[in-house]
């Protein structure tokens, strides 16, 4: 209820600031009575009212990291990306995707997450697939795991690392 009476309480003065230069406003806020000052107005913008920041965003992928650099088949994999924000967001799409023979992703994961201004730190776990030199599984060897971060369907930021898959 407070924060509704506050945001009211911004307009009137607001209002009435434009329409009078020489305006004084005294005041106190209690359960009963509700009078404005203009301390109490710097007090509602501060608490009450979300200020847009201005400024351009800037995320950066600090580390991008696996657990292990070679793994066997159906084993857990452990993912970390490490990531710099410049100012708190949040709904960040962060997707991990990678041994990508033929077409198709064994790994494709997506967080959706909160960033916080400084660094973050996600992480991801994953089984790799049936490794095979014959049919029903993929090749031993080399693949890429890819890491991307969206806001709003924008990509952010991407980064590549490679692991070996073993039988």
Request: glycine share 6%.
């Amino acid at each position: 209820m407070i924060d509704l009476v506050s945001v009211v309480v911004l307009f009137l003065i607001t209002v009435s600031c434009v329409f009078s230069s020489s305006l004084i406003i005294s005041a106190s806020i209690t359960s009963e009575v509700i009078s404005y000052s203009q301390e109490r107005t710097i007090l509602i913008q501060n608490s009450s009212i979300p200020v847009q920041e201005t400024g351009e965003v800037e995320v950066q992928i600090l580390n991008f990291s696996t657990d292990k650099s070679t793994y066997s088949s159906k084993e857990t994999l452990k993912a970390t990306v490490i990531i710099n924000s410049s100012i708190q967001l949040n709904g960040v799409r962060v997707n991990l995707w990678g041994i990508k023979p033929r077409g198709y992703a064994y790994i494709n994961d997506t967080k959706i997450v909160n960033l916080s201004a400084g660094k973050n730190e996600i992480t991801f776990l994953a089984t790799t697939p049936y490794c095979t030199r014959g049919c029903g599984g993929v090749f031993p060897g080399p693949y890429e795991l890819k890491v991307e971060i969206y806001l709003n369907e924008k990509l952010l930021d991407s980064s590549v690392t490679t692991i070996t898959l073993t039988e």
